[in-house]
T-cell receptor, first 118, second 115 residues
Framework: GAVVSQHPSRVICKSGTSVKIECRSL??????MFWYRQFPKKSLMLMAT?????????EQGVEKDKFLINHASLTLSTLTVTSAHPEDSSFYIC????FGAGVYNEQFFGPGTRLTVL | TQLLEQSPQFLSIQEGENLTVYCNSS?????LQWYRQEPGEGPVLLVT?????EVKKLKRLTFQFGDARKDSSLHITAAQPGDTGLYLC???????????????FGQGTILTVHP
């Protein structure tokens, strides 16, 4: 099956620093990747849609200057949390849609990155 | 308003019991997906249902898509501690003019199965 990896799995940083999270599709090409945020015991909230070679599309209420997304290749998207603050602490998950996916839009999720901002 | 209403939000049962999780909306879906997520991991796709009235089985899990394609249910028979996790239903919504589809998730059901 399709595999999506994320790196790092956990990161602890000081307030004010920036953190980059990588999302890779390992065995398929992903023209579209999605970034989600998840709070404890809650569902996933879509933050933005990342399209290879173009600007990301952000959901309402998500600060694009705060959460920088780059989708430089068909297998890699990155999310950079800039000037992180404790309220940015969360579980960040990416997903990737197979370029050859059918109409059912099945997405494959990464294992998530736990960000803790001190 | 929530596009997808998932219930119950919490379910705590004993090993061997049966349970059902519901996912409802006022809109018609072309397809609906069920995911399971364990703590500290990403969601894993369990099934996609696409045809009204469709029933799919995955071992002890039975998934049903309503005839009108507005609702779905997940039934687990003889639950085991290994079934513990967050269960999520999701549908695809398309932003106007785009070719990709975004997943919209229900609120999730946290299932705990006690030995």
């Amino acid at each position: 099956g399709a595999v999506v990896s994320q790196h790092p799995s956990r990161v602890i940083c000081k307030s004010g620093t920036s953190v980059k999270i990588e999302c890779r599709s390992l065995d398929f090409q992903a023209t579209t990747m999605f970034w989600y945020r998840q709070f404890p015991k809650k569902s996933l909230m879509l933050m933005a849609t990342s399209n290879e070679g173009s600007k990301a599309t952000y959901e309402q209420g998500v600060e694009k200057d705060k959460f920088l997304i780059n989708h430089a290749s068909l297998t890699l998207s990155t999310l950079t949390v800039t000037s992180a603050h404790p309220e940015d602490s969360s579980f960040y998950i990416c997903s990737a849609r197979d370029f050859g996916a059918g109409v059912y839009n099945e997405q494959f999720f990464g294992p998530g990155t736990r960000l803790t901002v001190l | 308003t929530q596009l997808l209403e998932q219930s119950p939000q919490f379910l705590s049962i004993q090993e061997g019991e049966n349970l059902t999780v519901y996912c409802n909306s006022s809109s018609v879906f072309s397809s609906l997906q069920w995911y399971r997520q364990e703590p500290g991991e990403g969601p894993v796709l369990l099934v996609t249902v696409v045809t009204g009235g469709e029933v799919k089985k995955l071992k002890r899990l039975t998934f049903q898509f309503g005839d009108a394609r507005k609702d779905s249910s997940l039934h687990i028979t003889a639950a085991q501690p290994g079934d513990t996790g967050l269960y999520l239903c999701a549908i695809t919504t398309h932003a106007g003019g785009t070719s990709y589809g975004k997943l919209t998730f229900g609120q999730g059901t946290i299932l705990t199965v006690h030995p």
